[in-house]
């Protein structure tokens, strides 16, 4: 069982940076691989980012590319999103979620078992 806490949301200017992290409890932190979602206001939940258990990451998104990069401390138990460049339109929900592989970069919202409860970001002047 893993639980996942997201914070470091809030609003920001355009062209502005955030760096939300994800803090998980849970043993085996290593084995999880952690995705990170967002959910614009009525639209379906979309991949951001993922990063393997091992620190493999891929964009999930292309609009992040060179944008977004994501990171994790195994020994804190925590992943990162670090958000530059921001935009109107990165406006929304952000999720992070866990899944107990260590390999692999999932992709689809069902890949995922464990999910945080979200952070609020808002781009806006």
């Known amino acids: 069982q893993l639980q996942l806490v997201e914070s470091g949301g809030g609003l920001v200017q355009p062209g502005g940076s955030l760096r939300l992290s994800c803090a998980a409890s849970?043993?085996?932190?290593?084995?999880?691989?952690i995705g990170w979602f967002r959910q614009a206001s009525g639209k379906g939940r979309e991949g951001v980012f993922c990063?393997?258990?091992?620190?493999?990451?891929?964009a999930l998104e292309d609009s992040v590319k060179g944008r977004f990069t994501v990171s994790r401390d195994n020994a804190k138990n925590t992943v990162y999103l670090q958000m530059n460049g921001l935009k109107a339109h990165d406006t929304a929900v952000y999720f992070c979620?866990?899944?107990?592989?260590?390999?692999?970069?999932?992709?689809?919202?069902?890949?995922?078992?464990?999910w945080g409860q979200g952070t609020q970001v808002t781009v806006s002047s």
């Open positions: 979620a866990a899944r107990a592989v260590r390999y692999l970069c999932p992709a689809s919202v069902s890949d995922y078992t464990y």
């Open positions: 849970g043993p085996d932190f290593d084995n999880y691989s």
């Open positions: 990063i393997t258990g091992g620190g493999t990451s891929a």
